[in-house]
Each structure stands twice: as C-alpha cells, then as structure tokens.
C-alpha cells in the first residue's frame, strides 16, 4: 500500500502522533517550525487535525525558545482557530482570547516586525466585530504592513501589498467608515488591475471599478 492509499484519519493520527512526540533541539528547531508553519496554513484552510498538530508543535518550540516571538504569534493565532473550531461558546471564547494575549505580547515585543503583525492583522480581521471588538487592531496592523512597503517594495511581494490595501477597505467597511474604505480601495487599483479585486470590492459596494 502507498502513501497515498492510507485512509485520511489514519494519516491524520499518525501526524498527530509525530507532532506530540517530537523532540525539540537546536538541530532540528527551524526544521520544526517550518512544519508547525505548514500546519498551520493548513488549519487556516479548515483543516482542523493540522491546527492540533501545529498547537503540539508551536508549544513544544515556544518552551524551547520562550523569546521567540514569530513562534508565539504562531502560537496565538493557532490558539485563536483552535477557538473558531470549538464547538462550546466557553471554550471558544478563551481559546481565542488567549491567542490574543499572546498575538498582542508577541506585537508589543517586536513591533517593527512583518511577519507578526501580518498574522495579528488577520487574526483580527476575521474575528466577528460584535464579538471580540478587534477590527480596529487589524487595521493598524494592516495600515503598517502597506507604509513598509510603501518605504522599500522588496519587503515582500506585491500580491501580498495588494491583498492588505484591499483588507484596509473591508475593515474600514466593517466599522462603517465608508470614505476611507472607498480611499484605501482608490490606492489599490491606482496600483493594480486584477479583476478579482475589482469583483471583490464591487461587492463590497465600491463603485468605481
């Protein structure tokens, strides 16, 4: 039998585990982390194993490396899917504030780094408004990330650019300010002509595209 031929929840609980029996050392620290990485864009696309797989391993790396804050705002916003899965609105309001306590340490501790406030900035933004009150962080963290490109564009790429000005608009949207919306959305397209942002943002009721 191939890989390819083990059924998904065998494959699943022999990644699980792995994730909980790893061993954690100098050696294999980066390795490690670009997996739990993986995992966690996994779980980002609704794969709920990998984001308990991520959690086992992003733990195991924050206790080897308590000063790493790229691995506990991983860990945060692993936390934070941990609670959008949950099932018990307790369980899914303490896995997400406490992902949050551990994004907004990991942002306070390295403000000027990309990486963390893009994964603050999207946590943030996909929390219900009424619920966790968190648009306005994401629009810091995202009004941020675009004036550092803004400053030097071999930060990161483009596509990444664009996808946070069009975040701009949907989150100033959200908090009923319709003129900044409509002006972070003027900035995109005076720097892109990708119809799928077009689409995006006339359904978001901007009219000039």
């Known amino acids: 039998m191939s890989k ?3 059924p998904k929840w065998t494959a699943a609980a022999a990644t699980s585990s792995a994730a909980k029996k790893r061993e954690i050392n100098a050696e294999n620290f980066d390795e490690v982390f670009r997996e739990a990485a993986n995992l966690y864009m996994l779980g980002v696309g609704g794969d709920k194993q990998a984001v308990k797989d991520a959690i086992d391993l992003l733990k195991k790396l924050h ?3 308590p000063e790493n804050h790229v691995v506990e705002a991983y860990l945060g916003s692993a936390l934070a899917l941990i609670g959008r899965d ?10 997400t504030n406490n992902g949050l306590k551990m994004l907004d340490h990991a942002v306070i501790s390295e403000p000027d780094n990309i990486e963390i406030r893009n994964l603050r900035a999207n946590v943030s933004f996909k929390l219900p408004e009424m619920y966790f009150h968190r648009t306005s962080v994401a629009i810091e963290d995202f009004l941020y990330i675009a004036s550092r490109y803004e400053e030097d564009d071999t930060v990161f790429s483009p596509n990444l650019y664009f996808q946070t000005l069009f975040n701009i608009g949907s989150a100033f949207k959200t908090l009923g300010y319709t003129q900044d919306a409509h002006s972070a959305w003027d900035k995109l397209f005076s720097v892109t002509t990708d119809s799928a942002y077009k689409e995006l943002a006339a359904k978001e009721g901007y009219k000039k595209v």
């Open 4 to 6: 390819h031929d083990i």
């Open 63 to 65: 206790s080897h490396e």
């Open 86 to 95: 949950a099932v018990s609105p307790i369980e899914k309001f303490k896995n």
